[in-house]
T-cell receptor, first 111, second 112 residues
């Protein structure tokens, strides 16, 4: 079945550091890939999504590239801020099914 | 701007009690979901309704029952809570076939 893997449980960075959060997926089709962000006390909200292989999603300085060859959808940001501290979820969805989420990566950015 | 409203925000109860959580969305979506988020932040789908019809029912204990009066409301009842039910219950909505989920802030359940 479909699955999403996030190996990093927690990432701690200083402001202006480069962010990289790993996400790989497993499916037999061409899914839509998404990143959600969950701030403390809130529900997850969509950060970005990509529906076509080899395309890139960009939002609020974050970007992720749909790599069908390596089945990855890593999240990156050039320079993080303290306000980016949150939990980040990678997810995939195939037509006619529900979204499957990764286990989440908690990002802590210290000033 | 909040468009998926969940009540209550927080509920504490004892083992064996019945609890009910409410969810309403004002986005005009036709599909609503309940997800369970455990203490490790893991998100698991429980149920999904499209236009009041159940379309997804994952492996969930029978003490959980969703209730939908119309496409804008999806409630969740737990008949006899157990300690492992302690979690945050997140309601979400979308258009069927649309890939973006809109989540509420969640209801945190603590079972003593």
């Amino acid at each position: 079945g479909d699955s999403v893997t996030q190996k990093q449980g927690q990432v701690t960075l200083s402001e202006d550091d480069f962010l990289f959060i790993n996400c790989t997926y497993s499916t037999t089709t061409y899914p839509t890939l998404l990143w959600y962000v969950q701030y403390l006390g809130q529900g997850p909200q969509l950060l970005l999504k990509v529906t076509t292989a080899n395309n890139k999603g960009i939002s609020r300085g974050f970007e992720a590239t749909y790599d069908k060859g390596t089945t990855s959808f890593h999240l990156q940001k050039a320079s993080v801020q303290e306000s980016d501290s949150a939990v980040y979820f990678c997810a995939l969805v195939n037509s006619g099914t529900y979204q499957r989420f990764g286990t989440g990566t908690k990002l802590q950015v210290v000033p | 701007e909040t468009a998926v409203f969940q009540t209550p925000n927080y509920h504490v109860t004892q083992v064996g009690n019945e609890v009910s959580f409410n969810c309403k969305q004002t986005l005009g979506h036709d599909t609503m979901y309940w997800y369970k988020q455990d203490s490790k932040k893991l998100l698991k789908i429980m149920f999904s309704y499209n236009n009041k019809q159940l379309i997804v029912n994952e492996t969930v204990p029978r003490r959980f029952s969703p209730q939908s009066s119309d496409k804008a409301h999806l409630n969740l009842r737990i008949k006899s809570v157990e300690p492992e039910d302690s979690a945050v219950y997140l309601c979400a909505s979308s258009y069927l076939g649309e890939n973006t989920l809109y989540f509420g802030a969640g209801t945190r359940l603590s079972v003593l």
